[in-house]
């Protein structure tokens, strides 16, 4: 290991903003096996799925609507 490093020609990530965070999160049991069973028919990880309905939702703006009859 070097004592010192030059970073003068360093550059910032660009893949910086699609980093990932860990979180825990409560979903029901019923919801998390329409995903394993999506999973295994798509060949995408379930955790990939929820992730990827999510961004949709986020990048569409989808809102929840909540009507009760």
């Known amino acids: 290991m ?3 490093y030059d970073f003068s020609q360093a550059r910032k ?3 910086a903003k699609k ?3 860990q979180i825990t999160i409560n979903i029901d049991n019923d ?3 329409f995903f394993k ?3 295994a028919s ?3 990880p379930y955790q990939t799925l929820i992730n990827l309905y999510l961004a949709d939702c986020a990048t569409n703006n989808r809102q929840l609507n909540m009507t009760w009859n």
């Open 2 to 4: 070097k004592d010192e």
């Open 13 to 15: 990530n660009p893949y």
């Open 19 to 21: 980093l990932k965070k």
């Open 31 to 33: 919801t998390i096996l």
């Open 37 to 39: 069973n999506m999973a």
């Open 42 to 44: 798509s060949g995408i």
